[in-house]
């Protein structure tokens, strides 16, 4: 019966595909092109959960004539779901798939800046006839909403995207309530090595995807680019020329990739780490600016010659700002790469099978792209090391932290 929901669910966003991703656009700011991406991946990412309501099963342990034992897999009850601005409705999607697969009920909070998709999508969820009381949405501000949610006495579980400072205030609010589980997906600094071996065509167009792609808001963007001596001067070129011509701009143009940022904030924060990257004496190769007067658009924005302590080096800045950086040996590259708290994602660039499965191995990131970018699959895990988050979402690993084990064990009498 769940899968049976879910997929008239996922009939139904499919039906919708095109106003979802006009809302998208249109409270987020994202290109029309990525959103409908966005809305692609949620209608497959929602049958996929479908497929897999009657596969979570139990086991059974043989452990001698006088006992049958056996091990269910429960829900864990009233799941909280806490969701930010810059995918809204993937995110949406990445929480309530396996909640809902695995039984369990659950209260998810909007981004108080991006609730309309999630809301328009609620609407479905009610047409897709799940019982009342299973899917209950609520939009509210992260200080008053958020908090209920993460304190709540009767809430088993809190699941998280967002910033790492919210994520660990959050975690501390689950722990003093009532031990709730908590998951967490947080922020990034991704690394994107290239090797001098590499296809250049190719990599530049990951690097751009790597951290254009949703106006650079994206948690695991790949905004510390690593590039080894022989190719440097030619990937600086090629990078250049690319930002150079991405079409930037009012997110219904069906030409545009860039579109603008989310809010006025967002905005500051990133123009302030631009002016940050130039005292700190960052090569600025291009970008570096507001793009108009009007909008929050920012120019793609590239800077070379940065020492790995500077701020725009460690810190995150969540748009369309990346640095470069030169090494010389592979081990160098690792190193560099690891020279992080965060551990969300990294890219391998390179031709050579040896360097790219020996680097995928000793880089540390919940997941590693190797010859592509920003590549997601339904049944792909994706998570974090480090301080980028706690627990998995998709693949079969998200199933894990929405069920819990319960041993049966029984004497038998011989
Ligand atoms: P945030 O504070 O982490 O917000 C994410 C979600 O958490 C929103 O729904 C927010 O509600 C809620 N929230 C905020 N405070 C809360 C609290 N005390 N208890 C429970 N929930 C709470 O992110 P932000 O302030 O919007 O953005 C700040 C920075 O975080 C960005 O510049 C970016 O660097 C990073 N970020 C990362 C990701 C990611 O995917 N890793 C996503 C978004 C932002 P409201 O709607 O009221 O804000
Ligand atoms: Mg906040």
């Not at 809302?23 to 497929?51: F, P, T, W």
């Not at 924060?269 to 631009?274: A, D, N, P, Q, T």
Request: net charge neutral.
């Amino acid at each position: 019966v769940r899968g049976g929901y879910l997929n008239k669910l996922a009939d139904l966003l499919y039906e919708h595909r095109d106003i979802l991703a006009s809302i998208e656009s249109l409270d987020n700011g994202k290109a029309i092109q990525l959103a409908r991406g966005d809305v692609d991946l949620v209608i497959r990412y929602i049958r996929s959960c479908a497929g897999w309501a009657d596969k979570v099963t139990g086991s059974v342990v043989e452990t001698g004539r006088d006992h049958f034992t056996y091990v269910r897999r429960e829900p864990l009850g009233v799941c909280g779901q806490i969701i930010p601005w810059n995918f809204p409705l993937l995110m949406w999607s990445w929480k309530i798939g396996p909640a809902l697969a695995t039984g369990n009920t659950l209260v998810l909070k909007t981004a108080e800046s991006t609730p309309l998709s999630a809301l328009y999508a609620s609407k479905l969820v009610k047409e897709a006839g799940f019982p009342a009381g299973v899917y209950n949405v609520v939009s509210g501000f992260g200080k008053i909403t958020g908090e209920a949610i993460a304190t709540h006495q009767k809430i088993k579980k809190v699941a998280f995207t967002g910033s790492t400072a919210t994520g660990r205030h959050i975690m501390k609010a689950a722990a003093e309530s009532n031990l709730k589980k908590v998951t967490l997906e947080l922020g990034g600094k991704s690394p994107n090595i290239i090797f001098d071996d590499a296809d250049v065509k190719k990599t530049v167009q990951n690097l751009v995807l790597g951290i254009f792609y949703n106006s650079g808001e994206v948690c695991c963007a790949g905004s510390r680019i690593y590039v080894q001596e022989g190719i440097y001067d030619e990937i600086i070129r090629e990078f250049k020329a690319a930002a150079e011509t991405l079409k930037v701009g009012n997110p219904f143009d069906e030409e545009v990739f860039q579109g603008a940022q989310t809010s006025q904030q967002q905005l500051d924060k990133i123009l302030g780490y631009v002016d940050i990257g130039k005292k700190e004496g960052a090569t600025l190769v291009t970008g570096g600016e507001r793009l108009g007067e009007t909008g929050y658009f920012v120019k793609p924005t590239i800077f070379a010659d940065v020492k790995e302590d500077m701020r725009i080096v460690k810190e995150e800045i969540f748009g369309p700002v990346v640095t470069v950086s030169k090494f010389s040996t592979k081990e160098e590259a690792i190193k560099l790469a690891n020279d992080s708290e965060y551990g969300l994602a990294a890219g391998i660039h390179t031709t050579n099978v040896n360097t790219a499965h020996d680097v995928a191995a000793q880089v540390r990131a919940g997941t590693v792209w190797v010859n592509t970018y920003n590549d997601f699959h339904p049944m792909v895990p994706f998570g974090g090391y480090g301080q980028s988050g706690i627990g998995r979402e998709m693949g079969v690993e998200a199933l894990e932290n929405y069920t819990q084990y319960k041993a049966v064990r029984m004497g038998i009498t011989i």
